[in-house]
């Protein structure tokens, strides 16, 4: 059984990076075939794909994000990270990484098998 867990800071001050760090078990993030991702679900919103890194460490980002996200990863904790420079108020959510097959928009919710229980971040001063 793979589990997904997020950590970082609750709170976040304007202008401030946003770091988290997804920690995974029962599964390594180096298997072929698989790959990892960011999410975010601000207040009374849907959940937004951020980025993924890949099983070979490939990355890609979502463009309206881009300019502000990094993604990482530490292969001998078996976690990866998300970065996202610049925060504002609006940057505000609940932020999940999760875990899908390779191949398919990585965007698309319903391809994902596991996903960490989310970790709530707000941007405040």
């Known amino acids: 059984q793979v589990q997904l867990q997020e950590t970082g800071p609750g709170l976040v001050k304007p202008s401030q990076t946003l770091s988290l760090t997804c920690t995974v078990s029962?599964?390594?993030?180096?298997?072929?075939?698989?790959?990892w991702s960011w999410f975010r679900q601000p207040p009374g919103k849907g959940l937004e794909w951020m980025g993924v890194?890949?099983?070979?460490?490939?990355?890609y980002y979502s463009i309206s994000l881009k300019s502000r996200t990094s993604i990482s990863r530490d292969t001998s904790k078996n976690q990866f990270s998300l970065q996202l420079s610049s925060v504002t108020p609006e940057d505000t959510a609940v932020y999940y990484c999760?875990?899908?097959?390779?191949?398919?928009?990585?965007?698309?919710?319903?391809?994902?098998?596991?996903w960490g229980q989310g970790t709530q971040v707000t941007v405040s001063s």
């Open positions: 999760a875990r899908k097959l390779v191949g398919g928009p990585y965007y698309k919710i319903d391809e994902y098998d596991y």
């Open positions: 029962g599964g390594s993030i180096t298997t072929n075939s698989y790959a």
């Open positions: 890194i890949r099983y070979d460490g490939t990355t």
